[in-house]
């Protein structure tokens, strides 16, 4: 039998998250795993043509090999734009006179 490779498919829901630790042979495509651990049967709303994939945090194209090691990654995808919350939250700090009216930065305390 060919020598293997550990990697590991990671996805995670709000209230629910599995890793799976699969052994597969050297040269796998990131695809490959994630369609050989399974976990398209188990989260049928995975959707690869709209969700992002990467491992250990670095966003990756389907088609590249795996290494011994990598945790393969399904990212969901965000419900909020991070930009608008941040924005939102200053806005809030303004109107409770947590932040300088004009700077928007914290208000200084004399």
Do not use: C, F
């Amino acid at each position: 039998m060919a020598e293997q490779i550990t990697v590991e498919v990671a996805y995670a829901l709000p209230t629910q998250q599995s890793l799976l630790t699969l052994n597969v042979l050297p040269g796998s495509t990131v695809i490959q795993v994630i369609e050989q651990s399974g976990i398209l049967q188990q989260y049928p709303d995975i959707d690869l043509n709209q969700q992002k994939i990467g491992v250990w945090s670095r966003p990756v194209k389907p088609e590249e090999q795996v290494n011994e090691g990598d945790r393969i990654e399904i990212y969901r995808p965000l419900i909020a734009d991070p930009k608008d919350l941040r924005r939102r939250r200053a806005e809030k700090a303004k109107e409770e006179g947590r932040a300088d009216k004009v700077t928007g930065g914290r208000k200084q305390e004399h």
